[in-house]
């Protein structure tokens, strides 16, 4: 049955295709973000933002070096990793949530100015589609206005590496009466966001 009504289905949209399409417009978006002036921006952002990380960790490894089979070490390369990573995909996702608004308000804009003209009634992603016809694309007109938008993004990170307090006072030995002792304290890197 479900064979059935997905054939009528096709079929219908074969032959109703030109009205079914009329009033569509097609955008690429991932295009957009990735060919676009505020696109690119985005790119170098994220680039920066990859290298301070990176910094960070290669200053956390050059702490640990020589002592990198340790448990200690080991546990705070991990997290160090680790953090890199969240960190990351943090930043990519916050770069992707600006273009995205920057698109739809250029979008919103271009469709107010030109909607009538063309007789679109609708814009839709064009990764919605499987194939559309290259007539309904406008992504090229879109690209020309989001090229003269100057999107904020976010501040980018910045990494500290510094005393990890617990990991200090577990790896510490103990004070005994009349004799001093003290460890390199541990280091795990500490974020923070720059203007």
């Known amino acids: 049955m479900r064979l059935i009504s997905w ?3 096709l079929v219908l ?3 109703s295709n030109a009205a079914w399409a009329e009033g569509l417009a097609v955008v690429d978006v991932e295009r957009i973000f990735r060919e676009s002036a505020p696109g690119k921006a985005g790119e170098t952002h994220l680039g920066q933002a990859r290298d301070i990380l990176q910094k960070g960790l290669d200053e956390l490894r050059a702490f640990y070096k020589g002592k990198e089979d340790t448990a200690e070490a080991k546990a705070a390369l991990r997290e160090g990793q680790a953090a890199l990573e969240r960190q990351f995909s943090a930043d990519r996702l916050a770069v992707r949530q600006v273009l995205a608004a920057t698109l739809e308000n250029v979008v919103r804009v271009w469709f107010a100015v030109n909607a ?3 007789t679109i009634s609708a814009i839709i992603p064009a990764s919605s589609f499987l194939t559309y016809s290259p007539a309904l694309d406008v992504t090229d007109a879109v690209m020309r206005e989001m090229d003269k938008e100057k999107p904020v993004f976010h501040a980018l990170p910045s990494v500290t590496v510094k005393a990890n307090p617990q990991a200090a006072q577990e790896s510490s030995p103990k004070a005994t009466p009349g004799k001093g002792g003290s460890a390199a ?7 923070s966001r720059t203007q």
């Open 7 to 9: 054939t009528i289905l």
């Open 13 to 15: 949209m074969v032959f």
């Open 116 to 118: 009538k003209n063309l």
């Open 185 to 191: 304290p541990a280091r795990t890197p500490s974020r």
